[in-house]
């Protein structure tokens, strides 16, 4: 079996339609669709694809991160080095947290609330 056709067989499934809640299809227009279920050898297949496909380069501003890490808390990757990339790779996630859960209570009228 070629792992080309694996994929493609996912690719054209029938999406299975049914409400995001779990209730059915009640008109909502919001359907959610499940993975498909796929055997073990089909599993290793489409592992195999993906393990052989080059990998994606990163941009200049990712690059400039891992050198740092590099340069500072050497090139073995250690338990250390991986908490500080995690540390600074949430710092825009709770950044853009913060900022919209300011506008909402902006927005609700209760920004003295909030300060």
Request: aromatic share 6%.
């Amino acid at each position: 079996m070629e792992s080309r056709s694996v994929l493609r067989a996912i690719e054209t499934e029938p999406a299975n339609d049914r409400d995001v809640r779990g209730t059915g299809n009640s008109g909502s227009g919001r359907t959610a669709r499940e993975p498909p279920r796929l055997s073990h050898q089909q599993l290793a297949v489409a592992q195999a694809e993906t393990l052989a496909s080059p990998l994606r380069s990163h941009g200049l501003a990712a690059r400039a991160l891992f050198a740092a890490l590099d340069m500072f808390h050497g090139k073995p990757r250690t338990l250390s080095k991986f908490k500080v990339l995690e540390l600074v790779a949430r710092v825009p996630y709770q950044a853009w947290e913060q900022a919209c859960g300011c506008r909402i209570l902006i927005r609700c009228g209760q920004a003295a609330l909030y300060s």
